[in-house]
């Protein structure tokens, strides 16, 4: 038999068995629908990621830091040795750890790297607080403004290059410092508070521990970030500033201390870094001279490994629905077997061979794989499409990110895996119709 | 030719030892209507198993115009009834939920007749019983009689050389069974093939030109123009 004479008479018995077929195929439609839509989600996942990642990193950058429990490294359960380099720094918890951070003496080492084009500390300096004439005071965190960002704005612009004691507000600060609108806020001063450390050496009483001296600036507010969807968690109330200012205020705040003048990660933009090579040569030589370098692909990667195991999970879980459904099919293809006894024993009498009746049940088995991976997906597809816009913005992706992402490229892979387990889910059916003995099939009486 | 060598045919083992056919020896020329007679368990219907290759004796062997079927694959034998060969039943095993077109189309498809010739051949066998009108009707809209000329003409759209009937007429009433034995017979003139029809009905074999009686697994008598002698001599032999 021709394979397309066989394909179609697969399907025509099919359709002899609506309901029963229809049945089955929605065993491997329920898990077909799951699947779709975890590859969907995560495709949206994996997209959402790279638009953080676009957003924050130049992926011509690597971040370098001299303790690797910085990027997530390092046994954090050995004790570390004391070094007159370590600033402290203090965790969630509150507990304080000490990094080593990198002084101006090695960063000085790391431009010297061939293929270093230019390097940029990542400074965070901690406000006392920020405020205005006649308004509240309000704690803030000031940051240094990465040149390649693009955040979104709603008001004002970002001056190329930001220099000076200009800043970014967020949004949110507009209506705590009593401005009436964010238009209104532009080109306004705020004032920021920094603390002078400690004076080391004298002898401190508690008071004056709390009343220390304060330095205090003016900053004029150059634009108004809108409220970020794709930042890093903690850094949304974030202001920035430009590299010059950040440091003076960092300076400020740090003056005397083990932190003055030392950064817990730097920022070492290569040259060519479009180049895979340059970054992966560069970041060796780095490791060379004893400092961890790590790229936007490694921090891509650090990220995307949480949403793999999410992904692993639920894809589990439609594996599950599938192996299900194999019972259904192979309970299906049984009954098929059973009730068209009579017709194999005849495609036998008439010279069918053992291989093409037992090809035409699998081909049978195909086709209940296709209909259920084909509604499982199609109605994922379409119900998916339907509600994307409302479940994205119920879960406040922000503009130009998906929850779902449909690729009709992995869907088309996905039936086609599914038609695979179908036929191997009708190969004991299949074996035992082309077994079948045409002589006791065609028993009358 | 089909001759039958020395056919012998046991189920089973030990004490449960069943013989269904025992040295079978007859040679059925070739065009010839031959129709072998006996009741139920006489093992006629063994016999035709035997020779259309779809059982296997368990000792002698089955010659087809010169070609031992003992000597052929599984495979070989399949292509040898798919071309050569085909069968009508006595239950029709017609598809019923097929229209006539398909029922009668899968001897071709089992055969990989080309596409383009399908649809002329199918008509063809399909007026020849009278039944082109019906050609996209389901199958199981027609009455028995109609059932079983939709059985023929599949078995003849094959162009076989062996037509094998299995009590052709058993479940139908006597009219449509006069019909349907005089449709075979004026086929089997026009297209040349041999017939072999398996019956317990007297009236049916005497329209047979060579008639096989068989009891108990083995030929009691045979009758009619069978230019084999050694097969009465054998019988003979034994009784």
Excluded at chain 1, 3 to 28: E, V, Y
Excluded at chain 1, 51 to 67: C, G, M, Q, R, S
Excluded at chain 2, 128 to 134: G, N, R
Aim: positive net charge; hydrophobic residues 45%; contains cysteine.
């Amino acid at each position: 038999m021709f394979l397309s004479d066989q394909i179609r008479r697969a399907g025509r018995s099919l359709r002899s068995a609506k309901a029963r077929t229809l049945l089955t195929a929605m065993a491997i439609a329920v898990g077909a629908f799951a699947l779709t839509l975890t590859l969907a989600a995560s495709n949206g996942a994996q997209s959402f990621v790279n638009n953080i990642i676009a957003k924050n990193f130049d992926p011509t950058e690597l971040i370098v830091v001299a303790d690797q429990t910085v990027l997530g490294g390092g046994d954090a359960s050995k004790p570390t040795e004391y070094s007159g380099n370590f600033g402290s720094s203090v965790s969630n918890s509150g507990a304080v750890t000490q990094v080593k951070r990198l002084t101006d003496d090695d960063i000085k080492k790391v431009k010297a790297v061939p293929g270093v084009e230019s390097v940029r500390e990542d400074i965070t300096a901690n406000l006392q607080y920020i405020t205005r004439p006649d308004q509240k005071k309000f704690v803030g965190t000031m940051q240094s403004f990465p040149p390649f960002q693009q955040p979104d704005l709603i008001a004002g612009s970002i001056p190329k290059p930001l220099i000076g004691k200009q800043v970014l507000l967020p949004e949110a600060y507009i209506a705590a410092l009593g401005f009436p609108s964010v238009e209104a806020a532009v080109g306004k001063t705020i004032t920021v508070g920094v603390q002078k450390p400690p004076a080391t050496g004298a002898p401190q009483t508690f008071s004056q521990a709390i009343v220390q001296d304060s330095v205090v600036q003016e900053f004029t507010i150059a634009a108004i970030l809108k409220k970020p969807t794709t930042s890093q968690p903690g850094t949304e109330l974030y202001l920035f500033t430009s590299q010059e200012a950040a440091h003076e205020l960092n300076d400020i705040s740090t003056l005397g201390t083990a932190n003055y003048r030392a950064y817990t990660d730097i920022f070492v933009k290569v040259a060519d870094g479009n180049n895979a090579q340059n970054i992966t040569a560069v970041q060796n030589k780095i490791k060379d001279i004893g400092f961890y370098a790590q790229s936007v692909k490694d921090t891509q990667a650090f990220l995307t490994q949480i949403i793999s195991v999410l992904q692993g999970i639920v894809i589990a879980f439609g594996l599950i629905a599938v192996l299900a459904s194999i019972f259904g099919i192979v309970n299906t293809m049984y009954i098929s077997v059973l009730q068209r006894t009579r017709e194999i024993g005849l495609m036998k009498a008439l010279g069918m061979r053992k291989r093409d009746i037992g090809r035409l049940f699998r081909f049978e088995a195909a086709w209940i794989g296709l209909l259920g991976g084909a509604i499982g997906a199609g109605l994922a597809f379409g119900l998916g499409t339907a509600l994307n816009p409302w479940i994205t913005a119920k879960v406040n992706l922000g503009a130009g990110n998906s929850l779902l992402i449909f690729q009709p490229l992995q869907i088309g892979i996905l039936i086609l895996i599914l038609v695979i387990i179908s036929i191997l889910a009708g190969w004991l059916p299949s074996r035992k119709a082309a077994k079948l003995d045409p002589i006791e099939a065609l028993r009358t009486e | 030719m089909i001759e039958l060598k020395d056919i012998t045919k046991t189920y089973g083992k030990g004490d449960s030892l069943f013989t269904a056919l025992y040295k079978i020896d007859v040679a059925i020329p070739t065009t010839t209507t031959a129709a072998i007679i006996g009741k139920s368990g006489s093992g006629k219907s063994t016999m035709m198993h035997i020779m259309s290759g779809l059982d296997r004796p368990s000792e002698g062997d089955v010659i087809i115009n010169d070609k031992a079927l003992s000597e052929l694959k599984p495979r070989q034998i399949d292509k040898f009834r798919s071309t050569e060969m085909s069968f009508i039943f006595q239950a029709f095993f017609v598809e019923a939920n097929q229209t006539c077109y398909q029922n009668v189309m899968l001897p071709l498809e089992i055969a990989k007749v080309g596409r383009r010739n399908r649809r002329k051949r199918v008509l063809e066998a399909l007026s020849a019983v009278d039944l082109e009108e019906k050609i996209d009707a389901q199958a199981s809209k027609l009455s028995g009689g109609q059932k079983q000329r939709l059985a023929i003409a599949r078995a003849i759209v094959n162009k076989p050389k062996i037509i094998f009937a299995d009590e052709p007429t058993g479940n139908l009433d006597s009219t449509t069974g006069e019909l349907i034995i005089k449709l075979l017979f004026n086929l089997h003139k026009s297209i040349g093939a041999t017939l072999v029809i398996v019956t317990h009905d007297e009236e049916l074999a005497a329209r047979c030109s060579m008639r096989i009686y068989m009891k108990d697994g083995e030929i009691t008598r045979i009758e009619g123009k069978s230019k084999q002698p050694t097969a009465t001599s054998k019988k003979t032999r034994r009784v």
